[in-house]
């Protein structure tokens, strides 16, 4: 009895420890493959409002929305408030006590919110990430801090409900990247990077794969946690669409000529090809993830289909676009437009 007891002790109950974290990163914080699964099917279903438009304070400041546009979020002194579309009331407003917000986003499937918190811990920077569900008014963190350079902040975070993997870029105050991973049981990664700086990236939905740009123009993928150069020079990283394709552009003085998309499971050479009827401006492209369409921005406001020379002519500067949403400012009004 003595050695059942003792094999309990030993082995059960390290597991189910283990299988609790694993159930409240996966449940709580991300979601579970099947949780994904079963939103999708329930996204199908829903009817999305063509346009929403909302009155926000007029020096609210990163303005986000979530992937529904059932909900609007901005940052106003210190404090993340999240107003409701339906109501125009707001919902939730996040305080944050000694802290500061440097970042935060919202998932691609769920209404619910990553907020990554900095403050000074023993002495020491650190970043906290934490999350809010306004589903169920859940409150959620993950117990490990991020330790920084101080001076630090947040580039850009890209995330995977699917593969519950999280990226997050963070440069110091010579301007170099510090990239870092965060897996399903919430174990924090730095990843060695062979460049000084990622100036864009990009995450997969289905698989564990990360695709950034360096400042020295070099296209790099992180599979897996292995790494490798897709291409050195002479293309831009416009981005992932729904399906994982990635898309280049290549580029002749600073302009998108032609462009290339495909998997990352083919060889480059066998991707689709299209030449583009005239350059565009790279840092103005843009992929929606709805569609797979790709934009060209002009004057911050209308954009034109690469593909068709379809102009979508816009409701005010745009500020943002999501899974569904292009989101749009003209004064102290937030306009959403569904793509």
């Excluded at 990163?25 to 438009?53: G, P």
Aim: hydrophobic share 35%; glycine share 6%; net charge positive.
């Amino acid at each position: 009895m003595r050695k059942l007891k003792k094999i309990f002790i030993w082995f059960v109950i390290p597991i189910l420890i283990q299988m609790g974290i694993l159930y409240y990163i996966n449940d709580y914080f991300l979601s579970s493959t099947d949780t994904i699964q079963m939103k999708k099917v329930a996204d199908e279903d829903i009817s999305l409002k063509k346009k929403i438009q909302l009155n926000l304070p007029f020096d609210a400041k990163d303005i986000k929305a979530s992937y529904d546009g059932g909900f609007i979020s901005y940052i106003l002194n210190n404090e993340l408030i999240i107003v409701d579309t339906n109501t125009s009331r707001i919902k939730k407003t996040i305080n944050i006590n000694g802290e500061t917000i440097d970042y935060y986003t919202w998932l691609t499937d769920r209404n619910r919110l990553l907020y990554y918190c900095k403050a000074n811990y023993h002495g020491k920077e650190a970043i906290q990430i934490k999350a809010y569900d306004l589903d169920t008014n859940n409150d959620i963190k993950v117990d490990k801090l991020i330790y920084v350079p101080k001076g630090s902040c947040i580039n850009n975070v890209t995330l995977s409900p699917l593969t519950n993997m999280i990226y997050i870029n963070i440069v110091d105050k010579q301007g170099d990247s510090m990239l870092y991973r965060v897996d399903i049981m919430g174990k924090i990664v730095e990843l060695r990077l062979p460049v000084k700086r990622i100036v864009r990236m990009y995450e997969m939905q289905r698989n564990d794969n990360l695709v950034y740009e360096s400042s020295n123009n070099v296209i790099r993928v992180i599979k897996n946690g292995s790494g490798y150069t897709l291409v050195s020079g002479g293309y831009y990283l416009i981005g992932i669409d729904g399906n994982d394709y990635v898309y280049l552009g290549k580029l002749k003085n600073n302009k998108i000529t032609e462009i290339y998309y495909g998997s990352l499971e083919e060889k480059m050479k066998n991707w689709r090809h299209l030449t583009v009827k005239e350059p565009v401006d790279c840092h103005n492209t843009i992929i929606m993830l709805r569609s797979g369409n790709i934009y060209n921005i002009i004057g911050n406001k209308d954009l034109k289909d690469v593909k068709t020379d379809k102009i979508l002519n816009g409701y005010g500067k745009i500020i943002g676009i999501n899974k569904n949403y292009i989101i749009y400012k003209e004064n102290n009004k937030v306009i959403l437009r569904l793509e």
